[in-house]
């Protein structure tokens, strides 16, 4: 059964860091790139940054580019998305898609 579930949100100040893990299961992770989405309230979902299978290739919206870090572990079927200086902007629910298969949504809130 291919499962891909998101984790790692919470409630951080703004300038503050989370990291999101999404887990894989039930297909083979590392021949798949992966992507992160976020979708605040009231707005359409926007791709955040995306990883090639191997991890060679990373690509990020403009609104995140040197804040955030896509990273993947094949080995552990997961791929991680660090975010640094968050800011109240950032707030949405984080998603992540591997292999057309989306996780669940993890509620990320940066307020003081």
């Known amino acids: 059964q291919v499962q891909v579930v998101g984790s790692g949100g919470g409630l951080v100040q703004p300038g503050g860091s989370l990291r999101l893990s999404c887990a894989t299961s039930?297909?083979?992770?590392?021949?798949?790139?992966c992507h992160w989405y976020r979708q605040a309230p009231g707005k359409e979902r926007e791709l955040v940054a995306t990883?090639?299978?191997?991890?060679?290739?990373?690509n990020y919206a403009d609104s995140v580019k040197g804040r955030f870090t896509i990273s993947r572990d094949n080995a552990k079927n997961t791929a991680y998305l660090q975010m640094n200086s968050l800011k109240p902007e950032d707030t949405a629910v984080y998603y992540c898609n591997a292999n057309g298969k989306w996780g669940q949504g993890t509620q990320v809130t940066v307020s003081s």
């Open positions: 990883i090639s299978s191997a991890g060679s290739i990373t």
């Open positions: 039930g297909f083979s992770f590392r021949f798949y790139w």
